[in-house]
């Protein structure tokens, strides 16, 4: 190379990466390769004998939340872990996706944007979303309708709803600033993470999103796989009501009528016992 030549630009430390906590379904095989060497493949997860596939390197970690195990995948899906935060460009995906290329093509996307996410392919807005979340039990109705306030009042709910099953992101403090935002509404609301996702990014100039349209089924990027191959445990996902004792349902009601904080205070005193925790 001569004197007056540009060199050329170095390629970003890629990395993609997923992630699979408890008992939710069995690690699927996806034998990974990248042959100049320029993309790491790592695999999160609880058990020391999972196996994703050669090409992959297995990291066990303890769940953030050890009685949360959604939660957990999914701190690790929007905040990354310590194994994959080194990196310029990030992949995610999720446990059900293969990829056609090893994400070659994908990280391209990244030359003009801060993060890449797919659009939803079989939903029309981010409100069909709420209404099919609280219609299948896939989470708490009231913690569903808290973040529906919340993207109403930051205006989403009539965008199209996106697509987290990939998510590639370029590791800036922008970026991990509406990460953290994200995560912030998962705590404090549901979930269902494609809830927030929307909220999360929005109001966001300084971040440069890239809405990719593919079908969410298999694009030439990705194959998502069939559940039958996977014996999934559905009951993890599932949200139920916890028990309570008939009469921790009778107390809470009376504390939730006006003044009934009061009468409960009155009852005690009377020796009606109203109880609080148990």
Not at 143 to 159: F, K, P, Q, T
């Amino acid at each position: 190379m001569s004197s007056g030549d540009t060199p050329a630009p170095s390629t970003p430390k890629r990395v993609v990466y997923s992630a699979l906590l408890g008992n939710y379904e069995k690690p699927i095989r996806r034998p990974v390769s990248c042959d100049n060497g320029s993309i790491d493949f790592v695999f999160l997860t609880d058990a020391a004998d999972a196996d994703p596939g050669p090409g992959w390197r297995v990291v066990v970690i303890e769940p953030h939340f050890p009685h949360d195990q959604v939660r957990s995948a999914r701190r690790l899906k929007i905040l990354g872990h310590p194994a994959v935060n080194g990196y310029e460009q990030t992949l995610w995906i999720d446990n059900r996706i293969v990829l056609k290329d090893r994400g070659l093509r994908l990280f391209d996307l990244l030359d003009d944007a801060d993060i890449v996410v797919p659009k939803h392919s079989y939903r029309e807005t981010v409100h069909d979303e709420f209404v099919e979340v609280i219609a299948s039990g896939y989470d708490d109705p009231v913690a569903v309708r808290r973040m529906h306030a919340i993207s109403r009042d930051n205006g989403v709910l009539e965008d199209e709803p996106l697509w987290t099953g990939l998510l590639l992101r370029n590791n800036s403090a922008t970026v991990r600033a509406a990460m953290e935002r994200w995560f912030d509404y998962l705590l404090l609301t549901t979930r269902r993470d494609q809830l927030s996702v929307n909220a999360a990014l929005a109001g966001r100039p300084s971040v440069t999103i890239h809405r990719l349209s593919i079908d969410n089924g298999e694009s030439e990027y990705h194959e998502w796989l069939n559940l039958n191959n996977l014996l999934r445990n559905r009951s993890v996902q599932m949200w139920r009501p916890p028990y309570r004792r008939p009469l921790l349902v009778i107390a809470d009601m009376i504390r939730a009528r006006p003044y009934g904080r009061k009468l409960a205070r009155l009852l005690t005193r009377l020796g009606v016992r109203v109880p609080t925790l148990t």
